[in-house]
């Protein structure tokens, strides 16, 4: 049967037999074949640049070396695949490497919790700690913020849409502003909203009218991903470190998207030279394969035995990927060259964005990169931007597809194009990539102007 005519005939079948809430492959109608590198192939044997790399899960790219290795290794030597939280080799060598990744500050008090395989999980039992430790009842979050699809997660989410007809959300979440400087909370701008939104938590977090109860803790992403891709200002986090600490309030960091490397840095609050006090980790701390910790501050460590447990906590396929993906990028030196790549990413799209007035702003660190899209002809807003156009950041998206592309959206009315890509992309394939992408900018462009 000709490749065209199966991967027509399984779509059909996907879309027929899988959810309604299946949502990757609606913006990507094909069927993946085989990957390596940044390089996937779909049944048709056609090749596509890969910028969403499992929404920054895969920090190697797909099938590197040496998470086949470890892989082989690990069924070579019959280590027990589910091992529940019982200890082995791999597991101990694991926990070290993963220490021995942290801050100098941090080290020496980490304790490693292993959740369920997903991010959600994770963030989960982060709450679920610091409840325990502090007997605090509300939770602060941020707008704009995305911290899992769960019941809780998404009620610490800034979403509206996903769980708008969601009945018995979990209580007492209290959201903030996040300093947006390109969409400002405040309307005010001109780079005051860090300064502003740190003002506004602190009177708050004093205020004895505020009407929230005492916090068990302040959860924020360093990077809004889903949000937009949108970075906290370094001296906000400075800030929210410092107004959180003098309180005895737990500052927990979601790093399921932003660590591992994913910002140039280990962990993304590096950038900032803070030591929270909860970190959650998922996606590329597996190694490509499930696996979701939370690391925290031995004071907090006020858990009775079963507390917080999950069947899938000892994946050792998912520690053996992850111990290699750890020591590789340490060996190899890879967040060096994260931060060349993003320059290079950086430098061509501040060109576009030159070029193209639909491009209202482009923001991020590390290999974490969003693109908003405006609507030039539109008014524009207190601070003299235009309003987001999703329709048409995702004809972009889908030309990007079609000339061998992926990269994701995501943001306020789905406006904002996010790369993702592996951390190990080089220099001739970040060309390539950008390559493609001023492309599709151009026909997108010009299509949409004729619509």
Not at 279 to 304: F, T
Not at 349 to 358: A, H
Request: net charge neutral; hydrophobic share 40%; glycine share 8%.
């Amino acid at each position: 049967m000709a490749a065209n005519k199966i991967q027509e005939e399984y779509l059909m079948f996907q879309s027929e037999r899988e959810s309604n809430a299946r949502a990757y492959s609606r913006h990507f109608p094909f069927i993946l074949q085989k990957a390596q590198g940044v390089i996937v192939t779909d049944v048709e044997g056609k090749n596509y640049y890969d910028c969403l790399a499992g929404a920054g899960t895969l920090a190697l790219g797909h099938n590197h070396e040496v998470i086949i290795t470890a892989i082989r290794e690990v069924l070579d030597q019959q280590i027990p695949l589910h091992t529940l939280d019982l200890a082995t080799p791999l597991k101990i060598e694991f926990m070290k490497e993963i220490i021995s990744s942290l801050p100098e500050d941090f080290k020496s008090v980490a304790k490693i919790q292993f959740c369920g395989p997903t991010g959600a999980d994770a963030v989960e039992a982060a709450i679920k700690l610091v409840k325990q430790s502090t007997k605090g009842k509300s939770i602060l979050a941020f707008q704009g913020c995305y911290h899992g699809s769960t019941q809780a997660t998404m009620s610490m989410s800034g979403n509206i849409s996903k769980k708008q007809h969601l009945q018995s959300l979990l209580p007492d979440v209290h959201f903030l502003p996040f300093p947006n400087e390109f969409r400002c909370p405040f309307g005010i701008g001109n780079g005051m909203t860090a300064s502003i939104s740190a003002q506004y938590i602190e009177n708050l977090l004093d205020d004895d009218e505020s009407g929230i109860a005492n916090p068990c803790c302040v959860i924020v992403e360093t990077i809004q991903g889903e949000g937009g891709v949108i970075p906290a200002d370094l001296k906000w986090l400075n800030q929210l470190r410092r107004m959180t600490a003098e309180r005895n309030i737990p500052l927990i960091i979601d790093e399921v998207q932003t660590g591992i490397g994913r910002t140039g840095k280990m962990f993304s609050f590096e950038h900032a030279g803070i030591i929270p006090d909860v970190i959650i980790c998922s996606k590329a701390i597996g190694g490509s394969l499930p696996m979701s910790v939370v690391i925290y501050h031995k004071a907090l460590d006020q858990w009775q035995a079963g507390a917080h447990t999950g069947t899938f906590r000892g994946n050792q396929l998912g520690m053996a990927t992850g111990l290699a993906t750890l020591k590789y990028l340490r060996e190899h030196r890879v967040l060096e060259k994260v931060e060349e790549r993003s320059v290079q990413f950086f430098k061509r799209l501040y060109q576009l964005q030159q070029k193209y007035s639909e491009i209202g702003d482009v923001r991020g660190r590390g290999l974490m990169i969003g693109v908003e899209i405006v609507d030039p002809k539109k008014p524009t807003d207190l601070l003299g931007h235009h309003p987001p156009d999703g329709e048409l950041a995702s004809l972009i998206q889908k030309k990007c597809f079609e000339n061998g592309l992926i990269i994701e959206v995501g943001g306020r009315r789905g406006a904002v194009l996010r790369f993702l890509p592996p951390l190990i992309i080089n220099r001739t394939e970040t060309e390539k990539v950008l390559d493609i992408f001023a492309n599709s900018v151009q026909q997108a462009v010009a299509m949409h102007a004729i619509c």
